[in-house]
């Protein structure tokens, strides 16, 4: 089912919204962004995080290896599609870069990404969110 200017124009700002807090290591401003039963399926560490205080002691574990970088996610490509209710389903492909001290960029993973959005509160929240890691042994997703 499509979906409305406004409500396309609204998801994309929630993804530009997001993706600054988490550029900027802003744990709680991020998980925030998830319902608080919300879960993320993470490829690169090969397991899926429940809840909102879990997905904190998870990004804060992982704090040290962003230390003298700069890490920057691109999201294009973008399709929503209503489902049951108020819910809405959003897929897209993800670029993450990251550029050193020395001004050097490098790629650090390329994905594909399936979240399932609700509205709590009037506000959208991600209730689900899976990562699939771009790499042919894998098979093609989305």
């Known amino acids: 089912m499509s979906v409305t200017a406004d409500l396309y124009i609204e998801v994309k700002n929630f993804y530009a919204r997001q993706m600054r807090v988490l550029d900027d290591l802003d744990i709680e401003r991020f998980t925030a962004t998830f319902t608080e039963d919300g879960s993320v399926a993470h490829p690169h560490r090969g397991e899926k995080v429940e809840g909102r205080e879990a997905m904190r002691a998870k990004m804060k574990s992982m704090l040290p290896m962003y230390?003298?970088?700069?890490t920057r996610h691109w999201f294009d490509h973008f399709l929503i599609e209503q489902t049951e209710g108020d819910g809405l389903r959003v897929t897209y492909y993800s670029l993450v870069t990251q550029t050193n001290t020395q001004d050097e960029v490098h790629f650090f993973s390329s994905s594909s990404v399936e979240d399932q959005m609700v509205r709590e509160e009037g506000?959208?929240?991600?209730?689900?969110?899976v990562i699939h890691r771009d790499n042919p042994?894998?098979?093609r997703v989305i």
């Open 137 to 139: 042994k894998y098979g």
């Open 123 to 129: 506000e959208l929240r991600i209730r689900e969110r």
């Open 67 to 70: 230390e003298g970088l700069v």
